[in-house]
């Protein structure tokens, strides 16, 4: 087996995270399109979010050929947005910018550039969070969506195509689910999502292998003076299938794990500003039996500004 294909890390979904002023009711996650605790849940806004999420892979080959290891970082900065329609129906957009560092014994390659755009639909079925007359608030939200093919994905490293995990796009037209569910009793509340993306294959005949996620928040909100804050804490999961090039399944693709999620919101007028962190508390990435896979600890930064 070549050391390329060794070294096909698995990165199913970035977790990422959001935002709300002093929200009555928010919103949560979607691989690759993941919305976390929305800003100002009735309004129009734009931001931008930083998110960071590194791998580690270790290759035993035995007394003869020794040991490989990798640290590969998928680093991206999204510009994304909400716009009303009406009352019911939100347009969502996400629009990446990735740097990828894979630092390994065998290759140490940087690349960067656009990723693969998304453009999702929501409908509210459910909001009573701007209702002042209920104590027990709920929003229940669902939704689809399409990932464009906007990101290179042929990137080569002396002839040789690079592991597909590794490009900043997938080359392929994919579709995404979600639902959104939040319930909130005076300062306290839940907010749970799940999302599911199916993909398709692309002009190499290379399938990455469907994601699913979900995750649940409690938080708190606090108001002092005129900032909000609002502290959370939950668990996300993710899980994604193994992928095929042509009808070949690869080895070291796919898997799942679940990662601890805490961090702090923080609203004042118009803008609000949000520091997520993750750290995987249970893993298990599919991987050969000479190759180990563990992903590492996870961070979101972001700003939006509300209209």
Request: hydrophobic letters at 35%; a positive charge.
């Amino acid at each position: 087996m070549s050391i390329k294909k060794i070294f096909a890390l698995c990165i199913i979904l970035f977790a990422i995270t959001k935002q709300s002023k002093a929200c009555d009711v928010c919103g949560c996650s979607l691989g690759g399109s993941y919305y976390g605790i929305l800003p100002q849940f009735q309004k129009n806004f734009i931001g931008l979010r930083w998110s960071q999420a590194q791998f580690y892979a270790h290759m035993n080959h035995g007394a003869v050929l020794g040991e490989e290891h990798s640290h590969d970082t998928y680093s991206k900065v999204e510009l994304w947005g909400r716009y009303y329609i009406n009352d019911r129906v939100q347009l969502f957009a996400f629009m990446p910018y990735g740097y990828n560092d894979m630092d390994g014994t065998e290759q140490k390659i940087k690349t960067q550039g656009i990723g693969d755009v998304s453009v999702l639909a929501n409908y509210l079925i459910l909001n009573t969070g701007e209702d002042k007359k209920k104590k027990l608030k709920h929003t229940l939200m669902a939704g689809a969506g399409v990932k464009l093919p906007t990101g290179k994905y042929d990137l080569e490293d002396n002839g040789l195509i690079v592991n597909r995990n590794f490009q900043l796009g997938t080359g392929s037209v994919d579709f995404i689910l979600s639902g959104v569910y939040t319930v909130r009793y005076q300062k306290v509340g839940l907010n749970s999502e799940v999302g599911y993306k199916i993909n398709t294959r692309n002009s190499d005949e290379y399938l990455f292998g469907n994601q699913f996620h979900a995750s649940t928040r409690f938080f708190y909100w606090q108001n002092i003076k005129s900032l909000s804050l609002l502290p959370n804490i939950g668990l996300y999961y993710e899980q994604g299938t193994q992928h095929k090039d042509g009808e070949i399944i690869q080895a070291n693709t796919g898997g799942k794990a679940i990662l601890l999620s805490a961090g702090m919101e923080m609203y004042y007028r118009k803008f609000s500003a949000g520091f997520t962190f993750q750290d995987p508390i249970k893993q298990n990435y599919n991987s050969d039996e000479i190759a180990e896979i563990t992903s590492r600890d996870r961070m979101t930064v972001s700003l939006t500004y509300s209209f």
